[in-house]
T-cell receptor, first 110, second 113 residues
Framework: SQQGEEDPQALSIQEGENATMNCSYKTSINNLQWYRQNSGRGLVHLILIRSNEREKHSGRLRVTLDTSKKSSSLLITASRAADTASYFCATDVRDDKIIFGKGTRLHILP | KAGVTQTPRYLIKTRGQQVTLSCSPISGHRSVSWYQQTPGQGLQFLFEYFSETQRNKGNFPGRFSGRQFSNSRSEMNVSTLELGDSALYLC????????????FGPGTRLTVT
């Protein structure tokens, strides 16, 4: 079974709207990361949030982490066509393995 | 600074053959990790090497192996290829542990026929 699972599996929104995707995991983690993958740039690191942090910002990205619920959310504000991609959460479990979720496919409509 | 490079980019092999994939990490990065990506299973961790030592291993059969050289370059080998090994194989490097920010290469697309 997957350690990290993103929700929803797919999301379509209008350009300019905000996009929110969630990640749930099963075991305790050291940190959680979000990555983006599109055909043009491959897999790119977006943001890392440590287990003792609750919120982190990077440009138009906001990540929250709730360790009591074992969940994280990624918010992309003012979406652009270039944000069309798959988004993955990756968790660093206690034995230092990196486990990726299956991703959320985000499509920004013009 | 040059990014992570992987060779070859595309590969077609026949069942039963073996294959070796290569990865050159970003200069100064000592950790190299390998992942298999398929539509059905998503991104799955294969193994991580740090300073020529395998530091961690995913749940893959022994047909999958790897090594890291003193210059941090890494190779991954798959023996006795099966149809199910068809996938995108991604290499990632990081300065320290793989749990830190990883930089991914473009991947090697392996097709087994």
């Amino acid at each position: 079974s997957q350690q990290g699972e993103e929700d929803p599996q797919a999301l379509s929104i209008q350009e300019g709207e905000n996009a929110t995707m969630n990640c749930s995991y099963k075991t305790s983690i050291n940190n959680l990361q979000w990555y983006r993958q599109n055909s043009g740039r491959g897999l790119v690191h977006l943001i890392l949030i440590r287990s003792n942090e609750r919120e982190k910002h990077s440009g138009r990205l906001r990540v929250t982490l709730d360790t009591s619920k074992k969940s994280s959310s990624l918010l992309i504000t003012a979406s652009r066509a270039a944000d069309t991609a798959s988004y993955f959460c990756a968790t660093d479990v206690r034995d230092d393995k990196i486990i990726f979720g299956k991703g959320t496919r985000l499509h920004i409509l013009p | 600074k040059a990014g992570v490079t992987q060779t070859p980019r595309y590969l077609i092999k026949t069942r039963g053959q073996q294959v070796t994939l290569s990865c050159s990490p970003i200069s100064g990065h000592r950790s190299v990790s390998w992942y298999q990506q398929t539509p059905g299973q998503g991104l799955q961790f294969l193994f991580e090497y740090f300073s020529e030592t395998q530091r961690n291993k995913g749940n893959f059969p022994g047909r999958f192996s790897g090594r890291q050289f003193s210059n941090s370059r890494s190779e991954m080998n798959v023996s006795t290829l099966e149809l199910g090994d068809s996938a995108l194989y991604l290499c990632a490097s990081s300065f320290g542990r793989a749990s830190y920010e990883q930089y991914f290469g473009p991947g090697t697309r392996l097709t087994v026929t």
